[in-house]
């Protein structure tokens, strides 16, 4: 064993692998430093722009070898998958569940033959390759319970059972979003609410009727709101107005056979105006929650992951016996890369007064 540390570290290499995407390589590059040590360095990424899907990737790996070295292989892998874990309980009453899915698994040859080795003389080598990802893969996610990762492998195979090195870096897949793949319209959210004391006996009347502006935004994007909360109360106390952002993530795992689900609920964030409801507060394209850089809406090609977001607007009643009254409603949550450049519009101030809890809709 001595002597293998001592020959490995003596044939040092020195590997680069840079990959280049689009029409402008100069523009978007990927940085490999691979030398022969035990111990492995980092990986530099300098592309500003994260992969999408049907992204053609060409590339040319080149490296330096100082002394006289014998390989079996040298590989670059790309591949991209899907893992859920869950468990319930402990002991032995605990109860795992799991599910995995791989997107692809494209193994490069850079150098030698996988059933021979062969003696590399001192020099520099290069072998150029292309990979094109395919189109119906799903964003990079991680979560509590999974996880959708794309990953560059770097394999270099000497002879010997510990002849196996290698080093994994991840890239960002963001979904392809174009203008009409989302319909943008304004966003509505009313409710309605009789208060009664601790006692019984009527108290007064609680509405509000809000427009956002948007049904799909972006991380970084303001979500503005127009309209208004009434109380028909004669209690004048303050009362806490807010709009959430809130992440269900449902897993989907097997133990044996049967398919099971883990729900993950999350307020991501939340906007809060501490104002007195007596008897109206207005909103005039007023600025509210900041959408932060949260995981995209849009998993329809991952089997074992979904993600749905809401923007519930909630108003805190005053009183010891009173319930919140508030009305949630779906939104789509895109990546960084759809952000509009487009001037923000306003939403417009909702019209009437707030509908009957029956019609109660978007």
């Not at 590399?120 to 290069?126: H, K, N």
């Not at 005053?318 to 939403?347: E, F, K, R």
């Amino acid at each position: 064993m001595i002597d293998f540390f001592k020959t490995f570290m003596r044939n040092q290499i020195q590997m680069f692998v840079i990959l280049h995407l689009g029409p402008q390589p100069d523009k978007c590059t990927i940085d490999i430093f691979l030398p022969m040590k035990l111990k492995l360095p980092g990986i530099v990424f300098s592309c500003n722009q994260p992969f999408v899907p049907g992204q053609t990737i060409t590339g040319k790996a080149s490296w330096t070898i100082e002394r006289t070295l014998t390989i079996r292989t040298i590989q670059l892998v790309i591949s991209g998958k899907c893992e859920v874990k869950w468990t319930v309980g402990s002991g032995n009453r605990a109860k795992h569940y799991k599910a995995k899915e791989v997107y692809f698994n494209h193994e490069i040859l850079l150098y030698g033959e996988p059933t021979g080795e062969s003696s590399v003389s001192p020099g520099s080598y290069s072998v150029p390759f292309t990979y094109t990802l395919p189109y119906n893969i799903p964003p990079t996610y991680q979560g509590m319970h999974g996880n959708v990762k794309y990953d560059v492998s770097l394999i270099l195979m000497k002879p010997g059972i510990f002849g196996k090195k290698s080093y994994t870096i991840p890239f960002v897949v963001f979904n392809r979003y174009l203008s009409s793949d989302v319909q943008q319209r304004p966003l509505r959210l009313t409710a309605e609410t009789d208060k009664y004391g601790c006692w019984g006996g009527k108290k007064g009347t609680f509405k509000f009727d809000i427009n956002a502006d948007y049904t799909a935004y972006s991380p970084g994007q303001v979500v503005y709101i127009n309209g208004y909360a009434i109380s028909e109360s004669p209690e004048r106390k303050p009362a806490e107005v807010t709009l959430a952002l809130v992440l269900q993530v449902t897993y989907f795992g097997r133990m044996t056979q049967a398919m099971e689900t883990k729900c993950v609920k999350t307020i991501v964030t939340r906007w809060k105006n501490l104002d007195r409801i007596g008897p109206r507060l207005d909103f005039q394209n007023q600025s509210s929650l900041v959408v932060p850089d949260v995981p995209e809406s849009d998993m329809r090609h991952c089997q074992f992951i979904k993600v749905y977001y809401t923007l519930e607007f909630t108003l805190k009643l005053p009183g010891a016996c009173s319930s919140d009254l508030s009305n949630a409603s779906p939104v789509t949550i895109m990546n960084s890369m759809s952000n509009q450049q487009s001037q923000h519009l306003p939403p417009s101030e909702p019209t009437g007064m707030s509908i009957p809890p029956a019609d109660r809709g978007t």
